[in-house]
């Protein structure tokens, strides 16, 4: 099991950029799948971005193909989620989580280590 740490978040106009972090705690962190999610006000939390344990695999949400990247560093307990061309429709909570299964899973109920967020408001 690993504890989960977000930061980097904050408020940034439409077209900017931003990095969130998320520290891990626990020496099971490069055994993990690791995901970002995001919810909305008022709607679901919904799959962003998945990492492999070993970072060489990464899929994406296609709403956010193209502008975003997720990274690791299992050196350091880290994973990172870097934003470019924000939009409006981009403010969200976002939650760093974890996963101890064979693939990058896109459904919410496969990871049992979730970070209590960090908040990414995309505003001019």
């Known amino acids: 099991q690993v504890q989960l740490v977000e930061s980097g978040g904050g408020l940034v106009q439409p077209g900017a950029s931003l990095r969130v972090s998320c520290a891990a705690s626990?020496?099971?962190?490069?055994?993990?799948?690791m995901a970002w999610f995001r919810q909305a006000p008022g709607k679901e939390r919904v799959f962003v971005a998945g990492?492999?344990?070993?970072?060489?695999?990464?899929t994406y949400a296609d709403s956010v193909k193209g502008r975003f990247t997720i990274s690791r560093n299992n050196a350091e307990n880290t994973v990172y989620l870097q934003m470019n061309s924000l939009k409006p429709e981009d403010t969200a909570v976002y939650y760093c989580?974890?996963?101890?299964?064979?693939?990058?899973?896109?459904?919410?109920?496969?990871?049992?280590?979730w970070g209590q967020g960090t908040q990414v408001t995309v505003s001019s």
């Open positions: 989580a974890a996963a101890f299964v064979f693939y990058i899973a896109r459904v919410r109920d496969q990871y049992d280590n």
């Open positions: 626990g020496r099971d962190f490069s055994r993990a799948i």
């Open positions: 990492i492999s344990k070993s970072g060489s695999t990464t």
